[in-house]
């Protein structure tokens, strides 16, 4: 997976963040019993995954292969593994 550059993105770094954020304010107020603490650390968490689609449908997300692409992937695949 390290290969691939899997989830190296600015889109997927500042989503995970934010996230990231958000659990955290989740759990202090959780552990806090303050009710709407909790929830705004959850509106974080969603807001996280909203920046995340945002930024890639701008175009810092991990481009998609095209068919040509998969396949010759594949192929090469096939090949060193006989």
């Not at 600015?10 to 954020?21: K, L, M, Q």
């Not at 552990?31 to 974080?44: E, H, I, L, R």
Request: glycine residues 18%; hydrophobic residues 55%.
């Amino acid at each position: 997976m390290a290969g691939s550059a899997h989830g190296h993105t600015p889109a997927a770094w500042t989503g995970v963040i934010i996230s990231f954020i958000g659990f955290c304010i989740a759990g202090v107020f959780m552990v806090a019993a303050n009710q709407a603490g909790f929830w705004a650390g959850v509106g974080v968490i969603l807001l996280g995954g909203v920046v995340g689609g945002a930024m890639k449908a701008a175009g810092l997300g991990m481009p998609k292969d095209s068919a040509a692409v998969v396949a010759a992937r594949e192929a090469a695949t096939l090949q060193a593994r006989s």
